[in-house]
């Protein structure tokens, strides 16, 4: 379920039922307007629909109103241990601030930033750390870690509540996945704010988007997560927001420029499919719409699983075949494929998201898969397939109310 409450960072809706939506931070000096600002342009393009930045001394402070003001997307003002640098990032506009009431300098300093926020309207990220838990908590860490981030996070809401303050969201970040998921499940039923969901530290662009996807995709799957940022070792904040992006098209929960779909390939394969699909991929970047673009390693499937796709190539040695919605268009050299491959893609476009084929064309494309094709050859595709349907059968007896005779004898 999504959270019953609903914040706007900005002009982007959180909770509630809002889609759910994409930050991340800058990685530059905040200070240095000019790579800072670059950074939010690029994280924005890519699709970020806020982006946190951290102001940790004076003067990133005192750069943050320009930032704000130059901005594309809403900015948020992280802080730890200084309340007086949270006053400040109110005063110069950030659409939300992030503090951890715990580090903040206490209840009485939080109670004075939440004053402010109230006057402002601007909205809070209140939240807790696996890693810096409140000391009567931490002995509780060691036996249920999970109890005492819930509890830390409840504590922090009941703290809000008491000001008489709901304009918030809350994180709970914790370098584990499992505790990561068990305690943002107990959370989401104990209180209704929105939820800010992350695996903190999660390592680099591999290991730390393979974390993000199994912890926020399972939370988020449940319904559970307002909004999420990707943690990973990198410089370029926006390869985070990238992920951050696959995941909810996985989960179809929101839709952004083109879905590429690729075979895993195997021992069929006859050319250098990996490039092709990194040079695919590349150009998919300049499309916004949900397209789908197949890549099939080769013919011997026809177009088999990849019918439904948009467009897609089918590669082999020396020749391959362009296709769309199920139809061949054309045989092309196999190392013309992209350039034709896109080539259909703006005639679709320039035709008004219309298929143009020309029936020779396609003709010597269907005679080409037709001489490929191997309706016997048992492919990774065609192997799924059986075990799919061999599953069914075994799930459709065991649900026969007959199913339990099967192996009595008589
Ligand atoms: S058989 Fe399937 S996995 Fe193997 S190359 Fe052909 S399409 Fe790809």
Redesign the pocket.
């Known amino acids: 379920m999504p959270s019953e409450r609903q914040i706007m960072v900005g002009n982007v809706p959180i909770g509630g039922g809002a889609p759910v939506a994409v930050q991340t931070m800058t990685k530059t000096e905040t200070a240095n307007l000019t790579a800072t600002m670059d950074q939010i342009r690029t994280v924005a393009e890519a699709g970020a629909d806020i982006v946190r930045v951290a102001v940790p001394r004076e003067q990133d402070v005192a750069v943050l109103a320009q930032i704000v003001a130059q901005s594309p997307i809403p900015v948020i003002a992280d802080i730890h241990f200084n309340y007086t640098l949270a006053l400040k990032a109110i005063d110069a506009g950030a659409h939300c601030v992030r503090l951890n009431p715990g580090n903040i300098g206490g209840p009485e300093k939080a109670a004075i930033v939440v004053e402010r926020a109230k006057e402002t309207g601007t909205p809070l990220r209140v939240g807790v750390n696996s890693g810096s838990l409140p000391r009567h908590l931490r002995e509780l860490e060691y036996t249920n870690p999970v109890e005492a981030l819930v509890s830390a996070a409840v504590e922090t809401v009941e703290l809000m509540e008491r000001l008489q303050f709901t304009n918030f969201k809350v994180s709970m970040k914790s370098t584990s996945v499992p505790n990561t998921i068990a305690a943002n499940r107990e959370l989401s039923q104990r209180i209704p704010y929105p939820l800010h969901l992350g695996v903190t530290e999660a390592g680099t662009k591999w290991s730390g988007s393979l974390k993000s996807a199994v912890g926020l995709g399972t939370l988020l799957a449940d319904g559970i997560g307002d909004t999420i940022r990707i943690s990973l070792s990198t410089f370029h904040a926006e390869e985070e927001v990238k992920v951050a992006w696959e995941i909810l098209k996985a989960l179809k929960l929101r839709e952004r420029g083109p879905v590429l779909i690729a075979?895993?390939?195997?021992?069929?394969?006859q050319f250098d499919?990996d490039s092709v699909v990194a040079e695919v991929e590349r150009r998919l970047e300049a499309y916004e719409d949900p397209i789908e673009v197949s890549i099939?390693?080769?013919?011997?499937?026809g177009i088999?699983e990849a019918r439904h796709a948009d467009f897609g190539i089918?590669g082999a040695k020396d020749m391959g075949m362009i296709y769309s919605k199920g139809e061949p268009l054309k045989k092309v050299p196999t190392d013309r494929l992209v350039d034709e491959l896109f080539l259909e893609i703006d005639r679709w476009y320039a035709a008004g998201k219309r298929v143009v084929s020309d029936e020779a064309s396609a003709a010597d494309a269907r005679a080409w898969l037709a001489e490929n094709e191997d309706p016997d050859?048992m492919?990774?595709?065609r192997i799924a397939a059986l075990e799919a349907a061999a599953a069914r059968v075994d799930v459709d007896e065991a649900e026969s109310p007959v199913a339990g005779r099967r192996f009595t004898r008589t």
């Open positions: 075979c895993p390939t195997c021992g069929r394969l499919m099939l390693g080769c013919a011997v499937n088999g089918t050859a492919t990774p595709e």
